[in-house]
């Protein structure tokens, strides 16, 4: 197969990337690069995802950097590991060996999966302010998302999520799920709540959202449900509306600037400085203007709300709310100015970065520390309600009518050949039951 080939299979297959962004992977790897990193860092707390992905498809985890590294000419592979995974590391390496790609470890820190930072750990080089990988040479995928082109290229399209389902829960587990399958057969497949008013964290405690509503579906990017108490104080804080969050930042901020200390990105060099932002609650005009800029290059890695803040302020849902200003106005650093305010690498970054534990303890999750060993699936799902929606590019049209009978793998749904997007696919054999405006929902039949 050439190059084009494999693009396009990889598209026909609808691979997004698993790690949680959820774009296109013939797109992102339509590039030419000297070195594929496989992401197989996970460092919000709690997932074991990743680990599992790395432990059940080694061979295809290796298959699919194969195929990574012959569409991108990349003449390097490094697959990306935390230190406390290393027993993953040691039982990939003869196999990684042989297919003559690195391994590199990670400390235990957070966060460590930014491609920012994880670029800048493997290679040494820094990715520009607001850029992609590509621009240093490097192309970074989710383990997971290597996994599904290797798949791709024997036939299978995406159709199942490897998922940890944790927290207050029965059974910390590791599984895989056809996609579209609820929340709540998820619960259902690590025992069910322990927490009588559960609130479920989607993704990670420090990045994802909180939902309360079981009958959401897994999609292509979800890679954990968390389950906290309501009144969890992550969840409280995690839940404060913008009301409240402005209203306190903008009364309670006294400048003392951890949140900027503390933020793995300034300590990287780059041009963000939380309490710059946070100051910007006071101001109006063109001075608030110049302070919203220092917000543009924050990854929402949530380290300055949920660890440094001393006041337990919000700096991180400030600066994800004045990016989207700064989006929706065109605003930015100038290239002069950018020369200015991207700087070296901060001197105590390694005494700076965040150690896991630490995390766990501010966070107050360490009764919900425990492992998620992987659970092979054997429960036939009744129902699966298939989201249409692409992060990125075009959603997905149906492809298929009310009562048609659908087979797992079969398309169901499209996205034009010149947008950008993915297509769908039957994670169940059964009879599509429901169409509507989001997803696609097939209720289980014996074919
Ligand atoms: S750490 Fe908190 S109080 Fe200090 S500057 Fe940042 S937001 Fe303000
Ligand atoms: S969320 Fe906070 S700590 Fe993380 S990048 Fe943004 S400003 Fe920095």
């Known amino acids: 197969m050439n190059r084009t080939e494999l693009l396009q299979i990889i598209r026909n297959a609808g691979i997004v990337g698993a790690g949680g962004a959820g774009f296109p992977a013939y797109k992102k790897l339509d590039a030419k690069v000297d070195h594929v990193i496989a992401n197989g860092v996970e460092c919000e707390p709690l997932l074991y995802k990743d680990r599992e992905v790395m432990l059940q498809e080694t061979k295809k985890l290796i298959r699919g950097l194969e195929i990574a590294r012959e569409i991108t000419s990349a003449s390097k592979v490094t697959i990306a590991i935390k230190k406390k995974n290393n027993d993953v590391a040691e039982s990939l390496r003869p196999l990684a060996e042989k297919a003559k790609m690195d391994i590199f470890i990670m400390e235990n820190v957070y966060p460590a999966g930014d491609e920012f930072i994880l670029v800048y750990d493997v290679t040494g080089r820094r ?3 607001g850029g992609i990988p590509l621009q240093v040479g490097c192309l970074v995928n989710n383990v997971e998302t290597l996994v599904n082109i ?11 999520k490897y998922v940890t389902i944790t927290g207050a829960v029965k059974e910390a587990v590791t599984t895989v799920v056809p996609i579209g399958t609820s929340f709540k057969d998820c619960i259902e497949l690590a025992g069910g709540f322990t927490t009588a008013h559960p609130a479920i964290f989607t993704g990670g405690v420090m990045m994802g959202g909180v939902e309360t509503d079981l009958s959401l579906s897994v999609t292509k990017t979800l890679g954990a449900l968390i389950v906290l108490p309501q009144e969890h104080n992550l969840t409280v804080r995690k839940t404060a509306p913008q009301k409240v969050y402005n209203k306190t930042g903008h009364s309670t901020c006294d400048q003392c600037s951890f949140c900027t200390e503390l933020c793995p990105r300034y300590i990287l060099g780059y041009p963000i400085q939380p309490h710059l ?3 910007s609650l006071q101001m109006t005009g063109s001075e608030k203007e110049r302070l919203s800029l220092w917000a543009a290059n924050c990854c929402e890695c949530n380290v300055c709300s949920l660890f440094a803040c001393p006041e337990k302020l919000d700096p991180k849902n400030i600066c994800a709310d004045t990016k989207i200003n700064l989006r929706k106005e065109n605003k930015g650093f100038t290239k002069q100015e950018l ?3 991207f700087r070296d690498v901060h001197p105590v970054r390694e005494g ?3 150690p896991i534990s630490m995390l766990y303890q501010r966070l107050g999750i360490k009764a919900y520390d425990r492992k998620a060993d992987f659970v092979r699936n054997d429960r ?3 129902e699966v309600l298939i989201p249409l929606k692409n992060n990125f590019g075009e959603d997905a049209s149906a492809a298929v009518n009310i009562g048609a009978q659908v087979r797992r793998g079969e398309l169901i749904g499209t996205v034009p050949e010149e947008k950008l997007g993915t297509p769908i696919h039957a994670s169940i054999n059964g009879v599509v039951s429901q169409i509507t405006a989001t997803g696609i929902q097939i209720s289980s039949i014996v074919l």
């Open 127 to 129: 990715i520009p302010p």
């Open 150 to 160: 290797a798949k791709a290229v024997e036939g299978e399209p995406v159709t199942d």
């Open 277 to 279: 932002v946070m100051r």
């Open 339 to 341: 020369e200015v305010v």
């Open 352 to 354: 700076r970065e965040i």
């Open 380 to 382: 036939k799902v009744k």
